[in-house]
T-cell receptor
Framework: DAGVTQSPTHLIKTRGQQVTLRCSPK?????VSWYQQALGQGPQFIFQ???????QRGNFPDRFSGHQFPNYSSELNVNALLLGDSALYLC????????????????FGPGTRLTVL | GQQVMQIPQYQHVQEGEDFTTYCNSS?????IQWYKQRPGGHPVFLIQ?????EVKKQKRLTFQFGEAKKNSSLHITATQTTDVGTYFC?????????FGAGTTVTVRA
């Protein structure tokens, strides 16, 4: 049973460039959330996708956008990169079927380490 | 907006000793989750607490949810080198999971 996978593992970009990160959720999961984790900080919620639509969004600018595909995999796009975008980007999957009153457990992928020079 | 705060930020522990890390929310939570992130790794789910005053144990780890459902604690007994890492608590607000800044644990052998 494959867990959450992310690609690439590491990425180096320069300011102003654009980047696309990819995520495949854990088998059986249909909801994907993206988080940004700066060094020494906890993960910060970027947005969540379910049924190919953005359902919830954190306090991130429009430079951050995403997409979910019919197979539940997802992409995170960041335009006009800034130095401050350097961070570990984590994808987490969960099952919306178990949503209900409780937030479901997040299964995190290994992350993509983005460095902006 | 909701904030989840954790103290202490760093915990240096002698191997074999006990310690506790605390998590506080500015609002009442429907549940609280704890995650552990090893150095260079990603957060891994440990446990979820739902009921007021709930206490759950995982071997040497004891998790507690406050009566008011605004705070939580993680107590580790007889700390081992395998306990090294950062422990995060996280609480939901409007279907968004809000993480604390974490408590980073180092162990002296």
């Amino acid at each position: 049973d494959a867990g959450v996978t992310q690609s690439p593992t590491h990425l180096i970009k320069t300011r102003g460039q654009q980047v696309t990160l990819r995520c495949s959720p854990k088998s059986g999961h249909d909801t994907v959330s993206w988080y940004q984790q700066a060094l020494g900080q906890g993960p910060q919620f970027i947005f969540q996708y379910y049924e190919e639509e953005e359902r919830q969004r954190g306090n991130f600018p429009d430079r951050f956008s995403g997409h979910q595909f019919p197979n539940y995999s997802s992409e995170l796009n960041v335009n006009a990169l800034l130095l401050g975008d350097s961070a570990l980007y984590l994808c987490a999957s969960s099952s919306r079927l178990a949503w209900g009153w409780h937030t479901d457990t997040q299964y995190f992928g290994p992350g993509t380490r983005l460095t902006v020079l | 907006g909701q904030q989840v705060m954790q103290i202490p930020q760093y915990q240096h522990v002698q191997e074999g000793e006990d310690f506790t890390t605390y998590c506080n929310s500015s609002t009442t939570l429907s549940n609280i989750q704890w995650y552990k992130q090893r150095p260079g790794g990603h957060p891994v789910f440990l446990i979820q607490l739902v009921k007021s005053g709930e206490v759950k144990k995982q071997k040497r780890l004891t998790f507690q949810f406050g009566e008011a459902k605004k705070n939580s604690s993680l107590h580790i007994t007889a700390t081992q080198t395998t306990d090294v890492g950062t422990y995060f608590c996280a609480g939901p607000h409007d279907y968004k999971l809000s993480f604390g800044a974490g408590t980073t644990v180092t162990v002296r052998a």
